[in-house]
């Protein structure tokens, strides 16, 4: 029997409790349309991953390894904060979450 197979059962006998798949612990934010939708406000941008279904993640810090704060789907508005631009790639958001996305997934605003 598989490591990856044994482990979830070991966790249950120890815990008496199931282990959370980790994609469970994220809140995802449904997207306002089903399509793309460009914001027209200077503060604001709409998600852009280029994938029917792509999602973004909403970070605590700006880099790839700081902790999930939540996911945005394809198209979703976000405003973003005066000056959140870092010139690394990433940009502070505050709406509908507060944190910090990947500028590259973005487009209607900061790219």
Do not use: D
């Amino acid at each position: 029997m598989k490591t990856s197979i044994l482990l979830p059962i070991f966790f249950m006998a120890i815990t008496g409790c199931a282990p959370i798949h980790p994609a469970a612990a994220y809140p995802t934010l449904p997207a306002p349309t089903s399509k793309v939708v460009t914001a027209s406000h200077p503060g604001q941008a709409s998600v852009c991953t280029h994938v029917a279904g792509g999602k973004l993640n909403v970070r605590a810090n700006a880099n790839s390894r700081a902790a999930v704060l939540g996911v945005l789907e394809e198209g979703a508005v976000v405003e973003m904060l005066e000056n959140g631009e870092t010139g690394s790639g990433w940009v502070e958001i505050r709406s509908p979450l507060l944190g910090w996305v990947n500028s590259h997934f973005l487009c209607g605003g900061v790219q």
